[in-house]
């Protein structure tokens, strides 16, 4: 019989990617999603009648208990969250809720209805925040920077916490920045990628944004869910870094999408103090050693090549709607 998976954040970035992962497996995967007043399932659409989509919040635990009770999932994946680091300062109080309580909630309906259940919990690099040490791995301290950066901890610490107080089967992905072309346009890649070629196209004729000289270590999404999936094969559960060990400025991002689109960056791209953070985190690097040796990890797109293919598919998607 197929193994089921629950997926909640399945109309996400991530979530789009490791359900076609798990299809492929050969799994059932159900989705949960959450009401809106518009269905919003553009990324899961070529695949949404192989999916089972049922209703959930991560701010209702009843929901998720229904869930879990009604389909019985061999492995859940946690990929929900309030997840753009800049919408945490306007939205404190839902960022937590939704991004560090939502955590409890899953794991305390895993713990009440099935504690066999093997549990993914989205992680994130913005823990380090403030880094204390470089590169970053699973030993270093976490100091961060944002309401969502101190959510994320509170999420880490509770799978770990549940980890070892009720023996779940319960892993933590330290992701660090993964994009694609199904990013949200609102994060910096994508809006810089969608920005060049909108430029590129004659449909405006700049970008604006916040601090040029933030350093990520940007990686491309459909590479991290595959480490997602194997976490939950391993015999035990355990906390990773994953990321690529490279880190690249903002700056350097603009450079390589304009060019991509033909454009020299230093003509299109404007400073607006509207998208300058009130506390950032400056410089983040992972090292994955740990994921290399016991996942496998390893990418498959540069940065480089990551940037250009997001460039070509906005360009290709703007072109089809004229
Ligand atoms: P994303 O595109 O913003 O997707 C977030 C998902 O969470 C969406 O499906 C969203 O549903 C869902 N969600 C939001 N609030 C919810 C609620 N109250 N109840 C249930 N679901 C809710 O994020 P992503 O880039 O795929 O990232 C996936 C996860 O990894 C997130 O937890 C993120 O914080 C974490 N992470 C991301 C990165 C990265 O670089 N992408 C790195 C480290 C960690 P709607 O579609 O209805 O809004
Ligand atoms: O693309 P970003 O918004 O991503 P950020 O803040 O690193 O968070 C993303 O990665 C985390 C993993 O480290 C995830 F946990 C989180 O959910 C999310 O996926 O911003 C990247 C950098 C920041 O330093 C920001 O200040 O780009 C800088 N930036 C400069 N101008 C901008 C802009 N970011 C955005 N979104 N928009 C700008 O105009």
């Not at 997926?7 to 009401?35: K, P």
């Not at 230093?266 to 400056?282: G, L, N, Q, S």
Request: hydrophobic content about 40%.
């Amino acid at each position: 019989m197929a193994r089921r998976a629950l997926i909640i954040g399945i109309t996400g970035q991530d979530g789009s990617y490791l359900a076609e992962l798990l299809l492929e497996l050969g799994y059932d995967v159900v989705g949960m999603v959450r009401r809106s007043s518009t269905v919003n399932f553009e990324r899961i659409a070529h695949i949404q009648d192989r999916l089972t989509l049922v209703p959930g919040d991560l701010l209702d635990e009843a929901s998720i208990v229904e869930v879990l009770r009604s389909h019985r999932p061999e492995e859940v994946y946690n990929l929900g969250a309030q997840s753009f680091v800049q919408t945490s300062w306007g939205q404190p109080v839902l960022t937590g809720e939704v991004t560090a309580l939502g955590v409890t909630r899953v794991l305390d309906a895993i713990r009440m209805t099935d504690p066999e259940i093997r549990f993914y919990q989205a992680s994130s690099s913005e823990m380090f925040g403030k880094v204390q040490q470089v590169p970053q791995t699973e030993a270093t301290p976490f100091y961060p920077r944002s309401p969502y950066g101190v959510a994320k901890v509170y999420g880490h610490w509770i799978t770990v916490n549940y980890r070892e107080s009720y023996g779940l089967h319960a892993s933590s992905g330290i992701l660090f920045n993964h994009e694609s072309p199904r990013r949200g346009l609102e994060f910096v890649t994508r809006k810089v990628t969608h920005g060049a070629a909108r430029v590129a196209l004659g449909l405006v004729d700049h970008v604006s944004l916040g601090n040029l000289d933030a350093q990520r270590d940007w990686g491309y999404a459909a590479d991290f869910v595959w480490v997602m999936w194997r976490m939950l094969q391993q015999d035990q559960p355990g906390d990773y870094v994953v990321a690529t060990g490279e880190t690249h400025s903002v700056a350097e991002l603009c450079e390589l999408a304009f060019s991509a689109a033909g454009l020299d960056w230093r003509d299109h791209v404007r400073i607006d103090p509207r998208f300058i953070r009130p506390a950032e985190v400056d410089l983040l690097v992972g090292d994955p050693a740990k994921a290399e040796r016991e996942l496998g990890w390893e990418r498959t797109l540069d940065f480089a090549g990551l940037v250009e293919t997001m460039v070509k598919a906005d360009l290709a998607a703007l072109e089809a709607q004229r």
